[in-house]
């Protein structure tokens, strides 16, 4: 561990990826950073999860290379993921749920983003298939990036009408016939040479062929992937649970917990669904008790930083002596009746700072609540395996 940490000292700050290998050599996880160092001093707080302690403890050491941009680091990160397989990439996941970018081999295509459980359905011969990432997320939002330099279209060519894609600059005009299928292609295959890492190739071919792309990309700028990437961690959030019900035709009602990581993406591995016990199904204060006090008792699972409730002051005032009890204080709600108001615990000792942090990732928070939400009203279509 000491060992490790000394690694730390000579790791860049800049965006890249990383590789943990244990003692042989063998790659444990391959892993992307806004700046490495910070990501990887993550590794070593107190309040990691089991799967992260268990791989730390069998690294020997740590390996990086640096990146112009977060874009190339997840490409770069995907290479590395399908070259080795890393136990820990995979582990608590099966590769049914990487992501996958997919562009058809066919007139006027565009990508697509797929789940590995679908993967199957497209086959190599008729299309490109790129990945597997990591984060469905920040792909789409490399994607968005990506569409700003080569314009693609996913309306209906020659419509006759121009799509909003268009108006904006994402679309180069296949509704209206502005552009042939030789230059639509082009536009493909820029992105598909991007994303299979060869951007020097790329901005070789864009000089002589179209000088403004090729400036576009060697100023590419990550910003709508930076504001997401480390956001949480840098205010010092690395987990956040989120917390909803639901009931179903008033015969059973199910708690969900859903979690955030330091990147302000959720963690479905950590996910749990409660089924609720009490006698009082429809009534959501009295469940939502139940299922933090349960929760609460699992004191081998990470403490969150942040306890994200749905609801406001009503809600937040009904459980105040549930968190008193296990003295939890870092509790925010977010009510929908007060336009997605923040609550925060009356009595509690925080200061301006730490709300000012809590407001700052509301955008974060509110997916966290929607999320919440979708995977507590998915209890009855699947067969969860870590319900409670």
Request: glycine letters at 6%; aromatic letters at 12%; proline letters at 4%.
């Given at each position: 561990?000491?060992?490790?940490?000394?690694?730390?000292?000579?790791?860049?700050?800049?965006?890249?990826?990383?590789?943990?290998?244990?003692?042989?050599?063998?790659?444990?996880?391959?892993?992307?950073?806004?700046?490495?160092?910070?990501?990887?001093?993550?590794?070593?707080?107190?309040?990691?999860?089991?799967?992260?302690?268990?791989?730390?403890?069998?690294?020997?050491?740590?390996?990086?290379?640096?990146?112009?941009?977060?874009?190339?680091?997840?490409?770069?990160?995907?290479?590395?993921?399908?070259?080795?397989?890393?136990?820990?990439?995979?582990?608590?996941?099966?590769?049914?749920?990487?992501?996958?970018?997919?562009?058809?081999?066919?007139?006027?295509?565009?990508?697509?983003?797929?789940?590995?459980?679908?993967?199957?359905?497209?086959?190599?011969?008729?299309?490109?298939?790129?990945?597997?990432?990591?984060?469905?997320?920040?792909?789409?939002?490399?994607?968005?990036?990506?569409?700003?330099?080569?314009?693609?279209?996913?309306?209906?060519?020659?419509?006759g009408k121009a799509c909003f894609d268009y108006q904006v600059?994402?679309?180069?005009?296949?509704?209206?016939?502005?552009?042939?299928?030789?230059?639509?292609?082009?536009?493909?295959?820029?992105?598909?040479?991007?994303?299979?890492?060869?951007?020097?190739?790329?901005?070789?071919?864009?000089?002589?062929?179209?000088?403004?792309?090729?400036?576009?990309?060697?100023?590419?700028?990550?910003?709508?992937?930076?504001?997401?990437?480390?956001?949480?961690?840098?205010?010092?959030?690395?987990?956040?649970?989120?917390?909803?019900?639901?009931?179903?035709?008033?015969?059973?009602?199910?708690?969900?917990?859903?979690?955030?990581?330091?990147?302000?993406?959720?963690?479905?591995?950590?996910?749990?669904?409660?089924?609720?016990?009490?006698?009082?199904?429809?009534?959501?204060?009295?469940?939502?008790?139940?299922?933090?006090?349960?929760?609460?008792?699992h004191r081998e699972w990470p403490l969150a930083d942040l306890?994200?409730?749905?609801?406001?002051?009503?809600?937040?005032?009904?459980?105040?002596?549930?968190?008193?009890?296990?003295?939890?204080?870092?509790?925010?709600?977010?009510?929908?009746?007060?336009?997605?108001?923040?609550?925060?615990?009356?009595?509690?000792?925080?200061?301006?700072?730490?709300?000012?942090?809590?407001?700052?990732?509301?955008?974060?928070l509110l997916q966290a609540r929607d999320e919440a939400h979708?995977?507590?009203?998915?209890?009855?279509?699947?067969?969860?395996?870590?319900?409670?």
């Amino acid at each position: 561990m000491n060992n490790l940490k000394l690694q730390l000292k000579n790791i860049p700050n800049s965006p890249g990826i990383y590789f943990w290998l244990d003692s042989r050599g063998v790659v444990l996880y391959v892993g992307r950073a806004t700046s490495l160092k910070s990501r990887l001093s993550q590794y070593f707080l107190s309040n990691t999860d089991l799967r992260i302690k268990e791989m730390v403890a069998r690294a020997k050491k740590i390996k990086t290379i640096e990146t112009p941009t977060l874009l190339e680091a997840i490409i770069l990160e995907a290479k590395y993921i399908k070259k080795y397989w890393p136990k820990y990439n995979i582990k608590d996941r099966d590769d049914r749920s990487f992501i996958y970018i997919i562009i058809p081999k066919k007139d006027f295509s565009s990508p697509l983003t797929i789940r590995g459980k679908d993967l199957a359905k497209y086959f190599p011969d008729e299309n490109e298939i790129f990945g597997p990432y990591q984060s469905l997320t920040l792909i789409k939002n490399a994607l968005r990036i990506i569409r700003r330099i080569f314009p693609y279209s996913t309306c209906k060519v020659n419509s006759g009408k121009a799509c909003f894609d268009y108006q904006v600059g994402l679309c180069p005009g296949s509704c209206l016939g502005l552009i042939d299928k030789k230059e639509y292609k082009k536009n493909i295959k820029n992105i598909s040479l991007l994303l299979s890492g060869k951007k020097e190739f790329l901005l070789k071919k864009l000089s002589r062929e179209n000088p403004d792309q090729a400036r576009a990309l060697k100023h590419l700028q990550d910003v709508s992937l930076l504001e997401r990437e480390g956001m949480i961690s840098k205010i010092g959030f690395n987990r956040i649970e989120a917390y909803d019900i639901s009931h179903f035709s008033g015969r059973e009602a199910y708690g969900s917990m859903v979690v955030f990581s330091s990147f302000g993406e959720p963690e479905k591995k950590e996910y749990r669904l409660f089924k609720i016990k009490n006698e009082f199904l429809s009534d959501d204060l009295r469940s939502l008790e139940e299922v933090l006090q349960r929760r609460l008792e699992h004191r081998e699972w990470p403490l969150a930083d942040l306890f994200l409730i749905d609801g406001g002051r009503p809600q937040l005032g009904f459980l105040q002596k549930t968190f008193k009890k296990y003295k939890i204080e870092n509790v925010v709600g977010l009510s929908k009746l007060a336009g997605d108001e923040l609550v925060f615990l009356r009595g509690s000792k925080f200061d301006n700072n730490f709300k000012n942090k809590v407001l700052s990732i509301k955008n974060i928070l509110l997916q966290a609540r929607d999320e919440a939400h979708r995977f507590a009203n998915s209890a009855r279509k699947r067969n969860f395996k870590n319900k409670f």
